[in-house]
């Protein structure tokens, strides 16, 4: 069955990736050290880089679903004080397992208190309705995530110190909470949506869902 992987950094899809949204930049092979919790990417890489006076380096993780579609993932590592890199987070795909993988570092972009919401870039490599709209709907997710912090930051008080999800003191009768549950609510219809696409592909069905 289909199963979503991380590439080296010498596969030619990772080529592939880096030539069509990174033109010119280095793709390295970051090891894995460490299983930080899976999805808690910047949590990790900032508890860690503070404990080994390292710091937090931000960039993509290129990943693939053979034959259907090449992922660069944004991704937070670790840079130690000697310049070695290294990945601290598990693997975010079920059934992965890979001591390093292919990474571009995006050395302009630094990690502040709240995660940042950057969409995934995708190469899709079939003519799959259901890839299609899969796709789509990761983009979307975490672009409509990155609108609701956005709003989160301009009207509330962050009152914890490294906030995923963001908490905040909020007055409920604030007029930014009703764009905030909107935003909640086309995440999780989203998010349901996709969530239904990545079972069946795991299960080899790319049929498209019903409207």
Known sequence: MPQQQVLSAQ???SIQIRD???PGSDIIEVPRFGDGPSGQCYTNARALAE??????LLGWMLTSLTGHFG????HAVIELPTGEILDVTAPAFEGADYSSAAFIADRQQKLGKIDPCVPSKFIQLDNERA???YIALTVDRMRLSGRMNEIFIEHFEINDRYPFPPSFSVDPRHPALSQIRSLQEQINRLQHRRSQYF???MLGNFERLPS
């Open 11 to 13: 596969d030619p899809l």
């Open 20 to 22: 069509e949204f990174f």
């Open 51 to 56: 404990k080994c006076n390292g710091r937090p």
């Open 71 to 74: 992922e660069a993932l944004h």
């Open 131 to 133: 890839t299609e709209e």
């Open 199 to 201: 079972r069946r592909f």
